[in-house]
């Protein structure tokens, strides 16, 4: 008597090892969607805590003096926040490796075609236009606002008078949307001292 498969049994066996391959290549494709997306999300998680990480540092580190604009005039404040462009500049203390520069230097945060940049002069007082080199922040973000906090009330735009002129608000709040989702951050200056000219 030959011993052997028969068409049948072929048959369902094929069709059974068809099924194990294909319920095994769903679950890797599911599987690879899934590390997409969370690496996705933990390059962005990643973005915002460095974004993050700057602008707090930058803004804990602030410094309470005037800057000139190119002109040499003195600008509006020692801290300036302008509602309709979008941006915030003052001046903070970074570290530089140079002796021969002071480690005051002036910061724009600004907001143009969907991304917040950060520019940083090489002084408190730029005397040239392009005297500064400029990084992207967060990109691909929308409705962006930065208020600020004066006894005890936000404000849309900085300085709000001659007082607050010669100051640094006491909270800075910056709202962004990302992707749908909706962010903000507070962040406490710490240098509250009264200019005096």
Do not use: C
Request: hydrophobic content about 35%; charged content about 20%; cysteine-free.
């Amino acid at each position: 008597m030959n011993k052997g498969f028969t068409l049948i049994e072929i048959i369902i066996s094929l069709i059974i090892l068809s099924l194990i391959l294909l319920i095994s290549s769903n679950i890797l494709s599911s599987a690879l969607n899934y590390q997409s997306s969370t690496n996705l999300k933990l390059k962005n998680i990643n973005e915002l805590n460095l974004a993050s990480t700057i602008l707090r540092r930058d803004l804990r580190q602030a410094v309470n003096i005037p800057s000139r604009d190119f002109f040499g005039n003195f600008e509006a404040g020692t801290f300036n926040g302008n509602y309709t462009n979008k941006s915030i500049s003052f001046n903070t203390f970074i570290n530089d490796i140079s002796i021969n520069t002071s480690s005051v230097k002036k910061v724009l945060y600004y907001f143009n075609d969907n991304n917040l940049y950060r520019r940083q002069y090489f002084s408190s007082s730029p005397f040239k236009n392009d005297d500064y080199f400029e990084s992207i922040l967060l990109e691909n973000i929308s409705d962006v606002n930065f208020t600020y906090m004066h006894e005890r009330r936000w404000h849309n735009s900085w300085p709000i008078g001659e007082i607050s002129s010669r100051k640094i608000p006491t909270l800075v709040r910056i709202d962004f949307k990302i992707n749908n989702n909706d962010y903000y951050w507070i962040i406490e200056p710490d240098i509250q001292n009264v200019y005096q000219k």
